[in-house]
């Protein structure tokens, strides 16, 4: 009971974090312009943001693992109110620009929480433990582009002042009910770059992170050029795009909220990272050549559920073939891995979109494809020395 409400208490945190980041996503280009910047300019919001996930991930995963989750989610959630802040008051685009790195930096924190969740949940029940983090992130991403559509109708920038006022609400909420899951042991404290360094060149751990950038870099090019495909193709306005986007959020909420758990149960987290890869390259496929609206919501469905399953089983395998005392860290890399296909996918798909409608998807097809066959040869945690 201890580390159910433990778990439900990071789902709260989880998804409070990621709602005020889903409130500023429909106005940043908006904003971004008003505040004199081109077109192109507007996409270094989100490269510089991943960029700085890319870079800030294990750093916070580590320090996690030397000094506690609690302490350094924290600190990562007060920073967030900060960034939030800075933009709402961001007087120019560098500013906006410098509020958005900041906030990238602060909010690379799903290795803790997905490290949070290792120390709380036996090996069995970790996929489960992961879909919920990925089920707080999915309602975030569902609800909060809502809500901040319907604050900027104030201002442009009233949707960063509620972000920041969420995310402080969140910290003194996380300060009251959040324990401290574990104590970090002596030699965990003493631990540096090269045990993680060691860590990484298990052979499954490779896999894995390579696994997660092919599914990344192929979802997220999919991502960039959905709203264009959708619109040019099946002639849905951005009104109905973003329904299409929320109709995404909740199959992946509901496969990672209520089916991984039995699932995993069933069939093992490396059964269903492959099934969601594969389930993935049908739908992208599958995508570009669909007719009409219903079969463009079919040929969502696929890639909403392999992602809902993917993601959560390459975090659990994760987790439980590294070291307990290096969670933090190795999860930390993970995430570095995703937000590497984030930086990539984003360019590669809309530049290759620009030149035929079909190669973002039939390429990020073959992707998945490639990830599911290297994932068939993953050994189980059972079987890492």
């Given at each position: 009971?201890?580390?159910?409400s433990?778990?439900?208490?990071?789902?709260?945190?989880?998804?409070?974090?990621?709602?005020?980041?889903?409130?500023?996503?429909?106005?940043m280009?908006?904003?971004?312009?008003?505040?004199?910047?081109?077109?192109?300019?507007?996409?270094?919001?989100?490269?510089?943001?991943?960029?700085?996930q890319?870079?800030?991930?294990?750093?916070?995963?580590?320090l996690?693992?030397?000094?506690?989750?609690?302490?350094?989610?924290?600190?990562?959630?007060?920073?967030?109110?900060?960034?939030?802040?800075?933009?709402?008051?961001?007087?120019?685009f560098?500013?906006?620009?410098?509020?958005?790195?900041?906030?990238?930096?602060?909010?690379?924190?799903?290795?803790?929480?997905?490290?949070?969740?290792?120390?709380?949940?036996?090996?069995?029940?970790?996929?489960?433990?992961m879909?919920?983090?990925?089920?707080?992130?999915?309602?975030?991403?569902?609800?909060?582009p809502?809500?901040?559509?319907?604050?900027?109708?104030?201002s442009?920038?009233?949707?960063?002042?509620?972000?920041?006022?969420?995310?402080?609400?969140?910290?003194?909420?996380?300060?009251?009910?959040?324990?401290?899951?574990?104590?970090?042991?002596?030699?965990?404290?003493?631990?540096?770059?090269?045990?993680?360094?060691?860590?990484?060149?298990?052979?499954g751990?490779r896999?894995?992170?390579?696994?997660?950038?092919?599914?990344?870099?192929g979802?997220?090019?999919?991502?960039?050029?959905?709203?264009?495909?959708?619109?040019?193709?099946?002639?849905?306005?951005?009104?109905?795009?973003?329904?299409?986007?929320?109709?995404?959020?909740?199959?992946?909420?509901?496969?990672?909220?209520?089916?991984?758990?039995?699932?995993?149960r069933?069939?093992?987290?490396?059964r269903?990272?492959?099934?969601?890869?594969?389930?993935q390259?049908?739908?992208?496929?599958?995508?570009?050549?669909?007719?009409?609206?219903?079969?463009?919501?079919?040929?969502?469905?696929?890639?909403?559920?392999?992602?809902?399953?993917?993601?959560?089983?390459?975090?659990?395998?994760?987790?439980?073939?590294?070291r307990?005392e290096?969670?933090?860290?190795?999860?930390?890399?993970?995430?570095?891995?995703?937000?590497m296909?984030?930086?990539?996918?984003?360019?590669?798909?809309?530049?290759?979109?620009?030149?035929?409608?079909?190669?973002?998807?039939?390429?990020?097809?073959?992707?998945m494809?490639?990830?599911a066959?290297?994932?068939?040869?993953?050994?189980?945690?059972?079987?890492?020395?």
């Open positions: 009971m201890k580390n159910r433990a778990l439900g208490l990071l789902f709260l945190v989880v998804f409070v974090d990621l709602l005020g980041f889903g409130m500023v996503i429909p106005v280009p908006l904003y971004a312009e008003r505040l004199g910047a081109s077109e192109a300019a507007t996409g270094w919001l989100s490269t510089g943001y991943s960029l700085m890319f870079l800030f991930a294990p750093v916070w995963g580590g996690s693992d030397r000094i506690g989750r609690r302490p350094v989610l924290l600190l990562s959630i007060a920073m967030t109110s900060a960034g939030f802040l800075g933009y709402a008051l961001a007087p120019s560098g500013w906006l620009l410098a509020s958005r790195l900041f906030a990238g930096a602060a909010t690379a924190n799903i290795a803790i929480a997905q490290a949070y969740v290792a120390d709380v949940t036996p090996p069995e029940g970790r996929a489960r433990g879909g919920l983090i990925g089920a707080a992130f999915g309602l975030g991403f569902v609800l909060g809502a809500i901040g559509g319907i604050l900027s109708v104030r442009l920038a009233t949707p960063g002042f509620a972000a920041s006022g969420l995310a402080l609400f969140n910290l003194l909420a996380a300060v009251v009910l959040l324990p401290e899951p574990a104590q970090r042991s002596p030699a965990a404290r003493r631990r540096r770059i090269a045990a993680l360094w060691e860590e990484m060149h298990k052979p751990i896999r894995l992170l390579a696994i997660y950038l092919l599914v990344i870099l979802f997220s090019a999919m991502e960039s050029t959905y709203s264009f495909l959708a619109q040019q193709r099946y002639g849905l306005s951005a009104r109905h795009v973003a329904w299409v986007f929320a109709y995404i959020g909740v199959i992946v909420v509901l496969v990672q909220g209520g089916l991984i758990g039995p699932l995993t069933r069939l093992g987290e490396k269903l990272l492959v099934a969601g890869a594969l389930l390259a049908l739908g992208l496929a599958w995508l570009p050549f669909a007719h009409g609206v219903p079969g463009l919501l079919a040929a969502t469905a696929p890639l909403a559920v392999g992602s809902g399953l993917a993601s959560p089983a390459i975090s659990a395998l994760l987790s439980r073939l590294s307990a290096d969670q933090g860290g190795t999860l930390g890399i993970g995430q570095s891995a995703a937000a296909g984030r930086i990539v996918g984003p360019l590669s798909g809309t530049w290759s979109f620009s030149h035929w409608q079909a190669a973002p998807y039939l390429a990020g097809s073959a992707l494809a490639a990830a066959g290297l994932g068939a040869t993953v050994r189980g945690p059972r079987a890492e020395p």
